[in-house]
């Protein structure tokens, strides 16, 4: 009578991304005006501000331990009346959390009695979800009924998060009990492997598949080496690839993908292949694979940078695989993967929140000073 | 379709209540449905020959792919069963329970929808935020409070209503269950008629109730003759019919002490 058990999933001891958070860059992907955490002022207090950095307003309806045991609908309704006469926002969103959701909070009934005449994107979420693309998902069917997402573009999201968990259970931070932080190999020592790789004429494929923002940092890396070959007059191939097609996703992730592209052709830096959306990390893998195996087979190395574990190593294979990952959490499984040497941008994050255009990345800096070096 | 609940102090009779109204209207030809809110998931049982049914949060606590036949379980006359379960006294939180449950039924079963007559039977007092779920979530749209005449069981009464003041609810009616106490009727009718509405049903203390609940019956299935059975019949007459309710007044304490005094 009872039912069949699913495998139960290890469970995974090392922190990892919040569905809070996932649910406040999703309202910022979508361009909300200002969000109201409904919850204790310090809830997912780091990434509120860093949004805030990115021209998202982030408020809190400050819950205290009265507000636990008393519930919070009229501190809702006291933020949302205030942040309506202060910031005159084109919409708003109200994000739940952990403490909110537990003792039962209706964001509605807030949103009911307010009744404000923008649009209202309630998001009924806790960190309590084994994937944080949970909270993408919600906030995403949230945007849908409140008539500020197409029913076509929702679905596309859809398929690209389910991809995005599959790949982070493969060969993410999903994919072990526990898996140590760890900074990678030294940028000095990988900068001066890639020269050398350059100096011989070796050929190589330049990838970057970054997720949204982040591409702004990591696209500085694909350009470096582009640049560095170019300054040591090196004989080597490139064949650039890159997630920046202009026509996929959200407005704000397009305006990203042109932005970036923008300025590699600035720096100089052809792309060859267009592999898909900032949005469509998690699915380019097959595509990169194809256009290894029918056009570019035979190169020596390849230089990955972004989410690096979503491209499949079949056609990888025999290449010295270089990657940059901007999780100290991912470089075991992409050394387990088979890459040859992993790099971690620290802190890339927060640097490319609030910009436009490519920032300087550690080891970018780092491979165009030992290229002058060089040249000396 | 009607979607009621019914409130009323701790061991009160709710669930009795709810099980002979929800086999009556089963005889009447009514498709039902019964969603048990209390962890301790005592709702269906006598409408299941004394079984119980695996729970929707034993399922997921047991983290198992969880579909509808897997948790709806048809009783006396096709009557649909489902019991939310919840955790051991004094720990964890069952209030969030009935929220997960309701989100998670609402996702794999048409229970919810599919038929004339929905009954949340939600146990004793609304003690926190998730016990209303049903109600401020917009799935209850008739609401009831059983109470005897006694002290106690109408002071609880009368603050279930100031709930349904503030949850912007309101009340369908009020349903008398006998505790034998001295001018019952008078006192349950004059309660209801202050608070602005209507005394629908006395249903007397019968021995029979527990009789049956014991043999795992409720009294409609095993004593469909008795007297008592016949009360039932009424109610759930009333209940299916009725489309009047008030915003209810509740009463003060000197004025409940003053009526049952
Ligand atoms: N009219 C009645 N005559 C005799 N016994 C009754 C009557 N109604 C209920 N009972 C008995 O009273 C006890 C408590 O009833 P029940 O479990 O229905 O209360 P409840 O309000 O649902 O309680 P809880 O708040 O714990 O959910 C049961 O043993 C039941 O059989
Ligand atoms: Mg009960």
Redesign the interface.
């Known amino acids: 009578m009872s039912p069949a058990p699913k495998p139960l999933e290890p469970l995974i001891m090392h922190p990892r991304p919040s569905s809070i958070v996932a649910a406040l860059y999703t309202l910022r992907d979508l361009d909300v005006d200002v969000v109201i955490l409904h919850g204790p002022a310090g809830c997912s207090f780091k990434h509120a501000r860093l949004l805030e950095e990115d021209g998202l307003r982030v408020v809190t309806t400050a819950l205290d331990e009265s507000g636990f045991v008393f519930g919070g609908h009229d501190e809702l309704v006291n933020i949302l009346n205030k942040v309506i006469e202060m910031f005159d926002p084109e919409s708003i969103g109200i994000v739940g959390t952990c403490a909110s959701m537990i003792i039962g909070e209706e964001l509605h009934e807030a949103v009911l009695e307010v009744n404000p005449d923008v649009p209202v994107i309630e998001v009924e979420v806790h960190a309590g979800y084994r994937e944080n693309t949970k909270g993408v998902i919600i906030a995403l069917e949230s945007a849908l009924a409140a008539g500020i997402l197409s029913e076509e573009e929702f679905e596309r999201q859809k398929v690209l998060l389910n991809e995005a968990t599959e790949v982070e259970k493969r060969h993410g931070a999903a994919s072990k009990e526990y898996l140590e932080p760890s900074r990678g190999d030294t940028k000095y020592t990988v900068a001066k492997r890639i020269i050398q790789l350059l100096k011989e004429g070796k050929k190589c494929i330049n990838i970057l598949n970054a997720k949204k923002e982040t591409g702004y940092m990591f696209a500085d890396i694909n350009a470096a080496v582009n640049q560095v070959a170019k300054d040591l007059g090196s004989d080597s191939v490139i064949v650039n690839m890159a997630n920046l097609d202009e026509n996929l996703g959200l407005d704000r992730v397009r305006a990203h993908a042109r932005n970036i592209a923008r300025d590699l052709k600035g720096m100089g830096v052809e792309v060859h292949e267009i592999i898909g959306g900032l949005d469509e990390y998690p699915v380019t893998g097959e595509t990169v694979s194809k256009l290894i195996a029918e056009k570019y087979p035979g190169f020596d190395f390849a230089v990955i940078t972004g989410v690096p574990h979503a491209i499949p190593m079949d056609n990888l294979e025999g290449m010295e695989v270089i990657s940059v990952t901007n999780g100290p959490r991912q470089v075991l499984p992409l050394k387990e993967m088979g890459h040859d040497h992993v790099m971690v941008e620290i802190d890339l994050h927060p640097k490319t929140l609030g910009v436009s255009n490519i920032v300087e990345s550690e080891f970018g800096a780092t491979l165009r000073e030992l290229a002058r070096e060089e040249m000396q | 379709m009607k979607q009621i609940a019914i409130y009323g102090k701790g061991g009160i009779g709710k669930s009795s209540t709810a099980s002979n109204v929800a086999a009556a209207c089963a005889d009447e030809g009514y498709s039902v449905t019964i969603i048990g809110c209390d962890p301790k998931s005592d709702s269906s049982i006598t409408l299941l020959g004394g079984h119980r049914i695996?729970t929707v949060m034993e399922?997921m606590q047991?983290?198992?792919?969880?579909?509808e036949k897997?948790v709806v379980f048809e009783g006396y006359k096709g009557i649909k069963c489902v019991e939310v379960g919840g955790p051991e006294p004094g720990i964890g939180?069952a209030?969030?329970g009935i929220?997960v449950a309701i989100k998670m039924l609402q996702k794999i079963s048409t229970v919810m929808q599919d038929c004339d007559l929905i009954i949340y039977d939600v146990p004793g007092d609304i003690v926190?935020?998730?016990f209303?779920?049903p109600i401020?979530?917009g799935l209850v749209n008739d609401t009831y409070v059983l109470t005897s005449g006694e002290y106690m069981p109408l002071y609880a009464a009368n603050n279930i209503c100031k709930g349904f003041a503030r949850l912007g609810n309101q009340l369908n009616g009020v349903i008398c269950n006998s505790r034998n106490a001295e001018n019952e009727e008078a006192i349950v009718s004059a309660f209801a008629r202050e608070l602005g509405s209507e005394l629908l049903a006395f249903i007397p203390k019968d021995p029979l109730v527990q009789t049956c609940e014991r043999a795992g019956f409720s009294v409609i299935e095993k004593e469909p003759d008795s007297g008592i059975a016949k009360v039932y019949r009424k109610l759930a007459r009333t209940i299916i019919e009725r489309d009047s309710a008030c915003d209810p007044k509740p009463l003060t304490d000197a004025r409940l002490r003053e009526l049952t005094g």
């Open positions: 695996p399922l047991q983290r198992v792919e969880i579909t897997d939180c209030g969030r929220i926190c935020g998730g209303a779920a401020r979530k």
